[in-house]
């Protein structure tokens, strides 16, 4: 079975552009988490989406938002990029709602220029 | 709130010898989860160790086992017999347990080198 799938890998935008990240889930699985893991730090929680509803949210601005589709895959939007949202974006997926089995793909790499 | 404090930002071991990874939390559940997660350059995290709160058994898994002391809220990670491969970012991560969303809150990471 495929794991989690991230698109695109790498990514460079301007300042003040708008980015969004894709995510699909491992078959079956109907829960996405986001988590922002800027270099050398843990991940941090953005958001988690379940059965296409919002979750639960981290300590993140507006500017972060983030839906899930009928097929259970998950966009990460982001709008008027800063400098500092330059990081890993990763995505974890999980069958249930409160899982502790929670599997990550590999991540987009977001450089902001 | 939740935090997780990993103290040692780098280590290093040499292949076959044993590593002890460190980490501490703190919170006010009693009930909850912590794991340790490997990431290698590849970017991907993958779960090393589970350890639920509520059993006091250490958990292990091969080379791998844990030191839980949940009055001290400190779980490190012990890998014996180190190998090349388990060169990577190590993240300890706290999970609270009967919540109504998943939420992991992870530490700094350490950077595990191994030497030949």
């Known amino acids: 079975d495929a794991g989690v799938t991230q698109s695109p890998t790498h990514l460079i935008k301007t300042r003040g552009q708008h980015v969004t990240l894709r995510c699909s889930p491992i078959?079956?699985?109907?829960?996405v988490s986001w988590y922002q893991q800027v270099l050398g730090q843990g991940p941090q929680f953005i958001f988690q989406?379940?059965?296409?509803?919002?979750?639960g949210r981290g300590n993140f601005p507006d500017r972060f938002s983030a839906r899930q589709f009928p097929n259970y895959s998950s966009e990460l939007n982001v709008n008027a990029l800063l400098l500092g949202d330059s990081a890993l974006y990763l995505c974890?997926?999980?069958?249930?709602?409160?899982?502790?089995?929670?599997?990550f793909g590999p991540g987009t790499r977001l450089t902001v220029t | 709130a939740q935090t997780v404090t990993q103290s040692q930002p780098e280590m290093s071991v040499q292949e076959a010898e044993t590593v002890t990874l460190s980490c501490t939390y703190d919170?006010?559940?009693?009930?909850?989860?912590l794991f340790w997660y490997k990431q290698p350059p590849s970017r991907q995290m993958i779960l090393v160790i589970r350890?639920?709160?509520?059993?006091?058994q250490n958990a292990t898994e091969n080379r791998f086992s844990v030191n839980f002391q949940k009055a001290a809220k400190s779980f490190s990670l012990k890998i014996s017999d180190s190998q090349l491969g388990d060169a990577a970012m190590y993240f300890c991560?706290?999970?609270?347990?009967?919540?109504?969303?998943?939420?992991?809150?992870f530490g700094s990471g350490t950077k595990l080198n191994v030497k030949p």
């Open positions: 974890a997926s999980s069958l249930v709602s409160q899982s502790y089995e929670q599997y």
């Open positions: 078959s079956g699985h109907k829960s």
């Open positions: 989406y379940y059965e296409k509803e919002e979750r």
């Open positions: 919170t006010s559940e009693s009930d909850y989860y």
């Open positions: 350890q639920e709160a509520y059993k006091q």
């Open positions: 991560a706290y999970q609270r347990a009967l919540y109504n969303f998943n939420k992991f809150y």
